[in-house]
C-alpha cells in the first residue's frame, strides 16, 4: 500500500538523496563514480500508449504491472496527470522540451529531418544534461521513427540515440518495436557508456513501443507467453467465457477475423472490446516484464539505487465502445476524454525506498523542469511545465490550477482543473463539462445545467491558450514591377482580421479575401487571421511578369508543386497537350472518373507515384473505389481520403468510382515527391485553366502541409517576382518549428497524416502556468 509521508521527513529525504546517494555510489567504484554529489543517474521511462489506469498500481483490477507496482511502492505516484497530446510525436517532444505542442508546434505524428530546427527559445532534456557532463542514451522504438531528424528536439544532445535499423523490413518492423528488442538495444548503449564514459553520469531514455497496437496489421500483438493471461477475465466479464479456449488457440489477427466472421450484433460488439481489452492488457503485462530486465540491468550496472526514475506514457488508448456522438473509436487514441488524457507519472527520488501518492494535478510537460531542478541546472531556455519538487517534497499545495490538452489534428482543446473538464472538440462544437474525478467515464455531461460563468471562465481559459494562426502572403520584388491578383476563400470557418498592404486595393467579406495592386521594389505583404485552422482554404493566384504563376508559388520554403496542397483544375478552352503527364475525365453515367498516366512525362521517368483523392465537400461517409486499375494498389475505403502508390514503367490507366453527389473531387497526384508539370495535364479534354492558378490546403489538414506551412520563408534570398505563403501561430514570442525542404518532402510523400506561440513566462500568473484563474469553487 503506498502512503503519505510526512513533509519534513520528505524534503530532508530529497537532500539526502541528492546529495549523499552519487557518494556511496563513488564508493563502491561503480559507473558514474565521479559524477559527483549533485549529479545522480537519470533514467526517463516513456511506455506508448499506456493509460493510468489499467496499472494495478493505479487501482486496475487486474495484476498487468506487478514491476512498476513494485516501483510505485518506492516512488511519487502521480494521481491526475495528463498528457499534452494524443498523438506520440508532439507528446514526447512536449515531455523532452517542457513545452506545450501549441508552443513547439511540431505535430507530425513521427519524426522526419527537417521537420523542427535548432531553435535559441527552448533547449531539450538531452541538451541540458549533457551541457551539465552527462552521457546521454535514447532507445527509441517507434516502427516508423527513423534517425533523424538531427536537428529536431528529440534528437540533440544524444551521445548515442538508437531506432530500429532501416534495414528491418517494413512488415518485420512492428515485431522488432516489442520491449525485447528494446532491451536489446538498450543494454549495447549501456554496455558502450560503461566501457566508453565510465566517468560520466548516465541519463537514459527508454521508449517502449507496447502497448501500441501494430500498425499492420491494426492488432495488439502481445508476445504468445502472455497473450491469453487475461482472456477468460474479460470475455466472463461480458458473458461470453464459452468462447476462451476457441479465441485462446488464435493468433491475434485471426482472432479479429473470427469474431467478424462468426459474430453479429451485440455479441460481435461485446467479444471484439473484450478480445482487445485482454490482449491490451497482455501488452502491458509484456512491456512490464520487459521494464523489469531494464531495471535489474541497472541494479547490475550500481546504478539503480542511486539513480532519478521517472515512467510515464506519451499517452493512453480508448478501449470503450461509446457513442458515436462522442466519436471515441475503441482501439486507437483519438480525441481527449480519459482513456487518452489520463496517463501515468510515476517519480522515483534516489535512494528512496517509500512509497506516497500525490492527488493534486500535474502534466507531461512537468517531467523536465522537475529533473532540472532536481539537479540544480539552469532554469532558462523557457519551459511551460513546471517543477514537481514541492509536491515531492511532501508539500501540499497545487502546483496548477489548470493545464491543458490538445489533439493533434489541431481540432479539439481540453482544459482540466481539481474538479473539472472542459472538453471543446471544435470552435463550432458545443462545449462538454465533466466532474472528471467522480465521474472518470465521462458519462454525464453537466455543460447544460452549469454555471454560465464557469462555462465563461473556461472558454476565456482555452481563447488565451489557442495560438491565433494566420495565413501570410508575401508577394517578392521582381526585376521589373509586375501587378498581381489573390484570392482566398475559407470554408468551415471565417475570417476574423485582415492586415493589408497600403495602396492595395482590398475586398472581403466572412469567408473571403480578394486582393490586387502592383509589386515595385518592396516586398507588399498581407496577413489573414481565420478563426481556426484546421478548415480549408483555396488559393487563386495570378503573378504578372516573367513565368507562369504556379512555378513562382512557394509554400513555406517549398515550390508549390513539391508540396501535399492539392492543384484545383478546370477545363479550359485550349486544347489539352499532346502527349499529357496526367489526364483527368469525368465519367458521370457510371458516378466515376479516369485517371491515365505517362511515366515518361512525369518526373523521375520511371517514378513511384502516389495519388491522393478528396471530396471538395469532406464527409466522413464518402469514399472512393478503385474500379479498374492495373498496376495500382487497390483499395476501397470511405475514408476522406485515400492514398495509392506504384511504380509505373509504362503509361497506366485507372477508373475511380466516387460519391456522385459531392460538387467536386481533389485529386493529387505526385511522382517522386512532385506534381506532374500543370501545363502538361489535360483535364475533361482540354488544357487546364492555369491563369489565375488555384490550389487548396485540404480539409482535414494534412500533417505534412502544416509542416510545409509552419516552416515559413526562412529563404535569404527568395527567387525574384514569386509569392511565399506561410502559416504562423500567434503570440508575443513565435517559436520557428519547423523546414521542409525538397528531399524531405519526397520522404513524407507516402505518409497521409489526417491526423504555436512562444510565451515569455506563460499567458497566467505563473511563469509556464496556463490562462489566469475563472470563477467557480473546484476548479
Same mark, same amino acid.
Given at each position: 500500500m503506498l502512503r503519505t509521508t510526512p513533509g519534513r521527513r520528505w524534503r530532508r529525504l530529497l537532500e539526502l538523496a541528492l546529495l549523499a546517494a552519487p557518494a556511496l555510489a563513488a564508493c563502491g567504484g561503480e559507473p558514474g563514480a565521479d559524477a559527483g554529489p549533485d549529479r545522480p543517474p537519470v533514467v526517463l521511462i516513456v511506455i506508448d500508449t499506456l493509460r493510468a489506469d489499467h496499472l494495478s498500481c493505479y487501482g486496475y483490477e487486474l495484476a498487468t504491472s506487478p514491476v512498476l507496482d513494485r516501483l510505485a511502492r518506492e516512488s511519487t505516484l502521480f494521481r491526475a496527470n495528463s498528457t499534452q497530446c494524443n498523438s506520440t510525436f508532439p507528446s514526447i517532444t512536449s515531455i523532452l522540451t517542457g513545452l506545450y505542442p501549441r508552443t513547439h508546434r511540431n505535430y507530425l505524428p513521427v519524426p522526419r529531418p527537417g521537420t523542427t530546427v535548432a531553435n535559441p527559445n527552448y533547449a531539450s532534456m538531452a541538451e541540458r544534461l549533457s551541457d551539465a557532463g552527462y552521457h546521454a542514451l535514447a532507445v527509441v522504438s517507434h516502427p516508423s521513427w527513423r534517425g533523424g531528424p538531427e536537428d529536431g528536439a528529440v534528437r540533440r544532445g544524444w551521445d548515442a540515440y538508437s531506432v530500429i535499423p532501416d534495414s528491418i523490413p517494413v512488415e518485420e518492423r512492428p515485431l522488432w518495436a516489442h520491449g525485447a528488442f528494446t532491451n536489446e538495444r538498450a543494454f549495447d548503449l549501456l554496455e558502450g557508456w560503461r566501457r566508453d564514459a565510465p566517468g560520466d553520469p548516465l541519463f537514459l531514455w527508454a521508449h517502449y513501443f507496447d502497448p501500441h497496437t501494430d500498425l499492420d496489421p491494426h492488432v495488439y500483438n502481445a508476445p504468445p507467453a502472455y +497473450?491469453? +493471461?487475461?482472456?477468460?477475465?474479460?470475455?466472463?466479464?461480458?458473458?461470453?467465457?464459452?468462447?476462451?479456449?476457441?479465441?485462446?488457440?488464435?493468433?491475434?489477427?485471426?482472432?479479429?477475423?473470427?469474431?467478424?466472421?462468426?459474430?453479429?450484433?451485440?455479441?460481435?460488439r461485446q467479444v471484439r472490446l473484450a478480445n482487445g481489452r485482454a490482449l491490451y492488457d497482455a501488452e502491458i503485462a509484456s512491456c512490464d516484464a520487459e521494464i523489469g530486465r531494464l531495471l535489474d540491468r541497472l541494479r547490475e550496472l550500481g546504478v539503480y539505487d542511486d539513480a532519478l526514475i521517472v515512467v510515464l506514457a506519451d499517452h493512453g488508448e480508448n478501449l470503450e465502445d461509446e457513442p458515436l456522438d462522442q466519436g471515441r473509436l475503441p482501439f486507437t487514441h483519438r480525441r481527449l476524454y480519459e482513456p487518452v488524457a489520463y496517463t501515468p507519472l510515476l517519480v522515483r527520488l534516489p535512494r528512496q525506498r517509500e512509497g506516497r501518492v500525490v492527488d493534486a494535478l500535474s502534466q507531461n510537460i512537468d517531467v523536465l523542469p522537475t529533473v532540472v531542478d532536481l539537479l540544480g541546472l539552469p532554469q532558462g531556455p523557457t519551459m511551460e511545465g513546471r517543477s514537481?519538487?514541492?509536491?515531492?517534497?511532501?508539500?501540499?499545495? &497545487?502546483?496548477?490550477?489548470?493545464?491543458?490538452?490538445?489533439?493533434?489534428?489541431?481540432?479539439?482543446?481540453?482544459?482540466?482543473? @481539481?474538479?473539472?473538464?472542459?472538453?471543446?472538440?471544435?470552435?463550432? @462544437?458545443?462545449?462538454?463539462?465533466?466532474?472528471?474525478?467522480? $465521474?472518470?467515464?465521462?458519462?454525464?455531461?453537466? @455543460?447544460?445545467?452549469?454555471?454560465?460563468?464557469?462555462?465563461?471562465?473556461?472558454?476565456?481559459?482555452?481563447?488565451? %491558450?489557442?495560438?491565433? $494562426?494566420?495565413?501570410?502572403?508575401?508577394?517578392?520584388p521582381g526585376d521589373e514591377p509586375y501587378p498581381y491578383e489573390l484570392e482566398l476563400r475559407l470554408d468551415r470557418t471565417v475570417v476574423e482580421e485582415v492586415e493589408a498592404p497600403p495602396g492595395a486595393e482590398l475586398v472581403r467579406d466572412d469567408q473571403r479575401v480578394r486582393l490586387s495592386g502592383e509589386v515595385g521594389a518592396e516586398p507588399v505583404e498581407l496577413v489573414v487571421y481565420p478563426r481556426k485552422r484546421n478548415s480549408m482554404a483555396r488559393w487563386r493566384v495570378r503573378l504578372g511578369g516573367e513565368g507562369p504563376t504556379?512555378? +513562382?508559388?512557394?509554400?513555406?520554403?517549398?515550390?508549390?508543386?513539391?508540396?501535399? #496542397?492539392?492543384?484545383?483544375?478546370?477545363?479550359?478552352?485550349? =486544347?489539352?497537350?499532346?502527349?499529357?503527364?496526367?489526364?483527368?475525365?469525368?465519367?458521370?453515367?457510371?458516378?466515376? %472518373?479516369?485517371?491515365?498516366?505517362?511515366?515518361?512525362?512525369?518526373?523521375?521517368?520511371?517514378?513511384?507515384? *502516389?495519388?491522393?483523392?478528396?471530396?471538395?465537400?469532406?464527409?466522413?461517409?464518402?469514399?472512393? &473505389?478503385?474500379?479498374?486499375?492495373?498496376?495500382?494498389?487497390?483499395?476501397?475505403?470511405?475514408?476522406?481520403?485515400?492514398?495509392?502508390?506504384?511504380?509505373?514503367?509504362?503509361?497506366?490507366?485507372?477508373?475511380?468510382?466516387?460519391?456522385?453527389? *459531392?460538387?467536386?473531387?481533389?485529386? !493529387?497526384?505526385? #511522382?517522386?515527391?512532385?506534381?506532374?508539370?500543370? *501545363?502538361?495535364?489535360?483535364?475533361?479534354? =482540354?488544357?487546364?485553366?492555369?491563369?489565375? %492558378?488555384? %490550389?487548396?490546403?485540404?480539409?482535414?489538414?494534412?500533417?505534412?502541409?502544416?509542416?510545409?506551412?509552419?516552416?515559413?520563408?526562412? &529563404?535569404? $534570398?527568395?527567387? =525574384?517576382?514569386?509569392?511565399?505563403?506561410? !502559416?504562423?501561430?500567434?503570440?508575443?514570442?513565435?517559436?520557428? =518549428?519547423?523546414?521542409?525542404?525538397? *528531399?524531405?518532402?519526397?520522404?513524407?510523400?507516402?505518409?497521409?497524416?489526417? $491526423? &504555436?506561440?512562444?510565451?515569455?513566462?506563460?499567458?497566467?500568473?505563473?511563469?509556464?502556468?496556463?490562462?489566469?484563474?475563472?470563477?467557480?469553487?473546484?476548479?
Open positions: +497473450r491469453n +493471461r487475461f482472456l477468460r477475465h474479460h470475455l466472463e466479464a461480458v458473458g461470453h467465457g464459452e468462447l476462451v479456449d476457441t479465441l485462446g488457440a488464435l493468433e491475434p489477427v485471426e482472432r479479429a477475423h473470427w469474431i467478424e466472421a462468426n459474430l453479429e450484433g451485440e455479441a460481435y514537481l519538487r514541492p509536491l515531492l517534497e511532501g508539500g501540499d499545495e &497545487e502546483v496548477h490550477a489548470r493545464v491543458f490538452i490538445e489533439s493533434s489534428d489541431h481540432t479539439e482543446r481540453a482544459v482540466r482543473t @481539481a474538479g473539472w473538464k472542459y472538453i471543446l472538440p471544435d470552435e463550432d @462544437a458545443e462545449p462538454m463539462l465533466f466532474r472528471w474525478r467522480e $465521474d472518470p467515464g465521462e458519462q454525464v455531461d453537466r @455543460a447544460a445545467g452549469a454555471d454560465p460563468e464557469l462555462l465563461r471562465a473556461f472558454a476565456d481559459d482555452l481563447t488565451a %491558450f489557442r495560438p491565433r $494562426d494566420a495565413y501570410h502572403v508575401r508577394f517578392v504556379w512555378r +513562382r508559388v512557394r509554400l513555406g520554403q517549398l515550390p508549390l508543386d513539391a508540396t501535399t #496542397a492539392y492543384p484545383v483544375y478546370r477545363a479550359g478552352e485550349g =486544347a489539352p497537350p499532346a502527349e499529357p503527364a496526367l489526364a483527368y475525365r469525368d465519367l458521370p453515367d457510371e458516378s466515376a %472518373f479516369e485517371l491515365e498516366l505517362d511515366p515518361a512525362a512525369l518526373p523521375g521517368g520511371a517514378p513511384r507515384v *502516389d495519388v491522393e483523392l478528396r471530396y471538395v465537400r469532406h464527409g466522413y461517409g464518402k469514399g472512393f &473505389e478503385l474500379l479498374d486499375g492495373p498496376g495500382f494498389d487497390p483499395f476501397r475505403t470511405v475514408k476522406a481520403y485515400h492514398t495509392t502508390g506504384t511504380v509505373l514503367g509504362e503509361r497506366r490507366r485507372a477508373r475511380v468510382g466516387r460519391d456522385p453527389d *459531392d460538387e467536386g473531387v481533389l485529386l !493529387l497526384v505526385r #511522382a517522386d515527391g512532385r506534381w506532374p508539370a500543370p *501545363d502538361r495535364v489535360a483535364w475533361n479534354g =482540354a488544357a487546364p485553366v492555369l491563369e489565375p %492558378f488555384e %490550389f487548396a490546403v485540404p480539409f482535414p489538414l494534412d500533417g505534412r502541409l502544416v509542416a510545409t506551412l509552419l516552416a515559413g520563408p526562412r &529563404e535569404v $534570398d527568395p527567387p =525574384a517576382g514569386c509569392v511565399q505563403i506561410w !502559416l504562423s501561430g500567434g503570440g508575443p514570442v513565435e517559436v520557428d =518549428a519547423g523546414s521542409l525542404d525538397e *528531399d524531405t518532402a519526397a520522404q513524407l510523400r507516402t505518409l497521409g497524416y489526417v $491526423d &504555436e506561440d512562444q510565451p515569455d513566462e506563460g499567458p497566467g500568473d505563473h511563469p509556464g502556468e496556463g490562462p489566469g484563474e475563472g470563477p467557480g469553487e473546484g476548479r
